[in-house]
């Protein structure tokens, strides 16, 4: 009898440590130690927050995370809009959930769990930008992680960790972008923002490539321009290596590279003396710059300065490589194309842009570069834009299709590539090729 007595109690006893532990992974009135990092990174539609890392305080094995363990719900707010800030709020679906150290990395046993999201040019609430009155600009994003699932510490049945509410953000990580530096330079009464990449330093020259923004990137923080439409693949280990390493400027101005002397897209620009002192200036400050290998590109707004430099600074450049490019034909004149004859120039443009439209602008003036006698200028237009990896596709199944206006997707993915004395080349191939 007393035998029976013994062994009762021991598994009430059991079943009170049981219970204490399923409830009581953290002791009662300890402060949880939780909170959350997001990483965003930049693909060909701009920027987005692909996984959060998700501090929960005590360190569990790699099996005990599953995708259904949390869900994550964000708002997104954007305080230029002064009547009712939020943009949109929902819960953002987890594609993947791994145990991990504390910078993301997966380990078999760690206090951080990684949640990745899912992603793709038509899902809004994954971006931490939006654009609006004309311009981009990083937004607030929050977010809160519930627990929907227990958590085991251990191995074994006892221990879990349960309910927890995560809403405490402890800092963001932006790929690639932190890779670059940032400044500012006043040239007279203008103040152009910039970033830079340098790469890494050797005993030899390095060429420059300038990159120069649309018109959505204007303003004062230069991580602008490298965000919103992926102007970091200069500085991937991909573009790169065409080079063996090239320094990348990316200027920013104020507003717009199209604001002329008496009106918009007039055929010049308030900010070509300034921008031209700028890349003098760093060229300077950097003597492993090779000064015969500047190469001179940009988008829209960017295109269009970057014909504006080549007019009016004739073989500075060793190339160039203006992307639907904003000056029309009709501002260009015959001495014009001779000036900008004398530097090698690669045209990228999509038939469909209806913003820029290249029967006014590219098509034209690469003719009469042609007809002048121009011998290493190359014109590619695209059908379209649309997405080449396959990741992302219409209901019919067909590849998802860009605004005809982005053909600066194909540059950023080297996807423009022609016929060179019967070899195919890309185009930072033949970038990379250039000389003064």
């Known amino acids: 009898m007393l035998k029976s007595v013994k062994i009762f109690m021991l598994i009430i006893l059991t079943a009170v440590l049981s219970c204490s532990f399923s409830i009581g992974a953290f002791a009662k ?51 230029r809009l002064l009547d009712s800030p939020l943009l949109e709020e929902g819960y953002r679906e987890v594609t993947n959930a791994y145990v991990a150290d504390q910078n993301g990395n997966p380990a078999v046993r760690g206090k951080y769990v990684v949640l990745e999201m899912k992603i793709g040019p038509t899902v809004s609430l994954g971006s931490p930008l939006n654009y609006y009155s004309g311009s981009n600009k990083w937004i607030k994003s929050d977010y809160t992680i519930t627990q929907e699932k227990d958590i085991k510490i251990n191995a074994g049945k006892f221990g879990t960790i349960s309910g927890l509410v995560i809403d405490t953000f402890a800092g ?16 007279k009464d203008v103040t152009l923002t910039y970033a830079d990449y340098a790469p890494a330093k050797d005993k030899k020259k390095n060429p420059l490539i300038i990159w ?4 959505g990137e204007g303003g004062t923080d230069p991580t602008i321009p490298l965000s919103a439409n992926k102007a970091t693949s200069f500085a991937t280990e991909t573009i790169q290596s065409y080079f063996n390493g090239a320094y990348v400027l990316v200027p920013q101005t104020p507003t717009r590279w199209m604001e002329g002397i008496s009106g918009g897209a007039d055929g010049t620009s308030i900010y070509q003396e300034a921008l031209m002192s700028l890349i003098k200036d760093y060229v300077a400050n950097n003597p492993d710059i090779d000064p015969n290998r500047i190469y001179i590109g940009g988008a829209s707004n960017g295109g269009y300065m970057t014909m504006l430099m080549v007019r009016d600074y004739p073989g500075y450049f060793a190339a160039a490589f203006p992307v639907c490019e904003g000056l029309n034909n009709n501002l260009v004149s015959d001495n014009d194309i001779l000036n900008m004859s004398q530097t090698p120039i690669w045209f990228v443009h999509a038939k469909n842009d209806r913003t820029l439209p290249p029967g006014s602008n590219a098509i034209p003036t690469y003719n009469r570069l042609i007809d002048a006698g121009a011998e290493n200028v190359h014109l590619t237009i695209f059908d379209n834009v649309q997405d080449n990896s396959g990741l992302y596709k219409n209901a019919d199944g067909t590849p998802y299709e860009y605004n005809g206006h982005w053909s600066w997707i194909y540059v950023y993915n080297n996807e423009v590539e022609t016929k060179i004395n019967d070899q195919t080349t890309t185009l930072m191939e033949w970038l990379a090729a250039q000389s003064r």
């Open 172 to 187: 963001e990580t932006r790929e690639i972008v932190d890779s670059f530096s940032s400044g500012q330079a006043t040239y």
């Open 29 to 79: 009135g300890e402060k949880v130690d939780t909170s959350y990092r997001s990483v965003t990174e930049i693909h060909d539609w701009g920027a987005a927050i692909t996984k959060l890392i998700v501090k929960i305080g005590k360190p569990v094995p790699k099996q005990s995370i599953t995708k259904d363990t949390f869900k994550v719900h964000v708002t997104r707010s954007d305080d």
């Open 212 to 215: 120069l923004h649309g018109g």
